[in-house]
């Protein structure tokens, strides 16, 4: 946390080379919630280069005694928000793949990722607004307080928002539950 502080004190006073350490530090996090939000690889990409260009150039009116990340998810978030207004599209879904971990069996890598995929079948289902909240909090891992930053709510609302979105997911894969039983 301090050296991220440093670097951005650095930004601040204009280092480029200073928010690169940062970029490099975010970049795949920031990819993969921009692939969620706008469901396609390449896109997301672009949104997430042009949301950490806009972070740099607003660097100057942040306070770095706060935690970078969900201030520069709320620009992300917006990025994001913004392509699929012009766009006027639907994520498709074109999630990012995991590298397997080479120790497992065959089968469990091909159970691992049939359930991987249902998962993401589900919550591509579930409204914009409840697959941001489970992606923050579930993938993202950001704490109640830091959903509550980015997204700008009470953290009340964050805890009562998850919880629909948790059974709403739920619902969704109910036969996949039932079925491992």
């Known amino acids: 946390m301090e050296a991220e502080r440093a670097a951005i004190l650095m930004c601040q006073q204009g280092s480029r080379e200073a928010f690169g350490t940062i970029v490099t530090r975010y970049m795949r996090r920031a ?9 396609n690889r390449e896109d997301a990409m672009d949104i997430s280069q042009e949301a950490f260009v806009k972070a740099f150039r ?9 935690p970078f990340y969900p201030w520069f998810l709320r620009i992300l978030r917006n990025q994001c928000f913004d392509w ?14 995991e590298v397997p971990d080479g120790r497992m069996n065959p089968e469990i890598l091909a159970r691992k990722d049939e359930i991987r ?17 489970i992606v ?8 109640y307080a830091e959903i509550a930053e980015t997204l700008g709510i009470p953290q009340g609302t964050v805890m009562s928002r998850l919880f629909t979105a948790r059974s709403r997911l739920r619902e969704l894969l109910k036969d996949r539950l039932l079925a491992e039983d």
Not at 136 to 143: D, M, V
């Open 117 to 133: 995929e249902e998962v993401w079948n589900a919550v591509r289902q579930l409204s914009d607004r409840d697959k941001e909240i």
């Open 136 to 143: 923050l909090r579930h993938f993202q891992h950001l704490s």
């Open 31 to 39: 990819y993969v919630a921009a692939v969620v939000l706008v469901g």
């Open 58 to 66: 607003a660097i100057r009116r942040f306070d770095p005694d706060r």
């Open 84 to 97: 699929l207004r012009k766009r006027r599209a639907r994520p498709s879904g074109d999630l990012v793949a």
